[in-house]
């Protein structure tokens, strides 16, 4: 019987092209939706718009990213690029507070914090102030269904990831 090598199974399985949902978070509330892509050997992300970032989070991101016209594009909520470059650039972490649901990623020196489920802050937006309990059903079915997601969708990350021997303990 001949054991088959982790590595061995992971880079015959590991997408050489991915494109999915992610958030970057900042602080403990803010988010925006966007996409991850692997294409090419390059690894890019992109937000559309400010999503849940506040005042001081968009601050913090325009200093970091120094991209011109950056707050105009996110309040007219345009796509904006956080980065893009040969993934054997990056730095993932993946601290244990993300249960494997997300991670850090370092490009540049500059850490981007990612999720790979949807935030529960964007999904209470109730208009109704005396909020039916069905609702509050709908979102609890709702958010359990995207943990199921969110989770299938780290592990492919995380595949790819280890093929490219991206990810450090610090």
Do not use: R
């Amino acid at each position: 019987m001949v054991k088959e090598k982790k590595e061995d199974k992971i880079s015959n399985s590991t997408p050489k092209s991915l494109a999915t949902d992610a958030w970057l978070l900042m602080g403990l509330t803010g988010s925006s939706q966007g996409i991850m892509k692997l294409e090419n050997g390059n690894l890019s992300m992109i937000i559309f718009g400010k999503g849940y970032l506040n005042f001081w989070h968009i601050k913090e991101l325009k200093k970091m990213l120094k991209i011109e016209d950056f707050v105009k594009k996110l309040k007219a909520n345009k796509a904006v690029q956080l980065f893009n470059v040969p993934i054997k650039k990056v730095k993932v972490v993946y601290p244990w507070y993300y249960f494997g649901g997300g991670c850090f990623i370092l490009v540049d020196n500059i850490k981007f914090k990612i999720s790979f489920m949807k935030p529960a802050n964007t999904e209470f937006n109730v208009k109704n102030p005396e909020f039916p309990i069905s609702s509050g059903m709908n979102i609890i079915s709702n958010n359990v269904s995207n943990l199921n997601k969110g989770m299938d969708i780290a592990g492919l990350w995380k595949e790819v990831f280890l093929k490219n021997n991206v990810i450090s303990k610090k």
